[in-house]
């Protein structure tokens, strides 16, 4: 049992540039999201899903596409990067609404 | 508009001391108030939480202390050790869904 797993760790893109970060969980959760953390800021919601084929938008949206095709994973694409979009990257997953996030390692992205 | 604000931003203790980090939140539909634990290089982990229908919450050497009407919550760190030197994150959801609204975190340093 990995719990959620991100990829890469780190990545460095120019602007412009587009890429996506994989994440993935081994545990049955219907529930995941993606947060960015940035200093001072704590963890802000980008993205999120309750179940394959579900999406929504989170408070910082803009960017930023998910899709659901399968319960296991929830990649984020960054449509063409910014240097704003530098940050932490997280995903979490939950088993329902009234279970605890499980977060992944994170993803450090650097655009440049 | 930060929804839920928390201080202090970084706090400093000797071993066996007591920290205690507050949050405030905004929204009076927040139902479930959660704390994470984030150490370097690492996605946070839950360490505790509490519903508004209790006013604390123990678990081990940590406890949440919880203040509906002036909506407010805290997080005391009893006997504090070293290995508790992290980031330390409030946060707050709605009963509707589990998007978490995170504080903007609180880097802990407790000296041996």
């Known amino acids: 049992n990995a719990g959620v797993t991100q990829t890469p760790k780190f990545q460095v893109l120019k602007t412009g540039q587009s890429m996506t970060l994989q994440c993935a969980q081994d545990?049955?959760?219907?529930?995941m999201s993606w947060y960015r953390q940035d200093p001072g800021m704590g963890l802000r919601l980008i993205h999120y899903?309750?179940?394959?084929?579900?999406?929504d938008q989170g408070e910082v949206p803009n960017g930023y596409n998910v899709s659901r095709s399968t319960t296991e994973d929830f990649p984020l694409r960054l449509l063409s990067a910014a240097p704003s979009q530098t940050s932490v990257y997280f995903c979490?997953?939950?088993?329902?609404?009234?279970?605890?996030?499980?977060f992944g390692n994170g993803t450090r992205l650097t655009v440049t | 508009q930060q929804q839920v604000k928390q201080s202090p931003q970084s706090l400093i203790v000797q071993k066996g001391g007591i920290p205690i980090i507050n949050c405030a939140y905004e929204?009076?539909?927040?139902?479930?108030f959660p704390w994470y634990q984030q150490f370097p290089g690492k996605g946070p982990a839950l360490l505790i939480a509490?519903?508004?229908?209790?006013s604390e919450k123990k678990e081990g050497r940590f406890t949440i202390s919880f203040n509906k009407s002036a909506k407010q919550f805290s997080l005391h760190i009893m006997d504090s050790q070293p290995g508790d030197s992290a980031t330390y994150f409030c946060?707050?959801?709605?009963?509707?869904?589990?998007?978490?609204?995170f504080g903007s975190g609180t880097q802990l340093t407790v000296l041996p």
């Open positions: 979490a997953s939950s088993f329902d609404r009234n279970s605890p996030l499980h």
């Open positions: 545990m049955n959760h219907e529930y």
């Open positions: 899903s309750v179940g394959a084929g579900i999406t």
């Open positions: 929204n009076t539909a927040f139902d479930y």
């Open positions: 509490i519903r508004p229908d209790v």
């Open positions: 946060a707050a959801a709605p009963p509707s869904a589990r998007q978490l609204t």
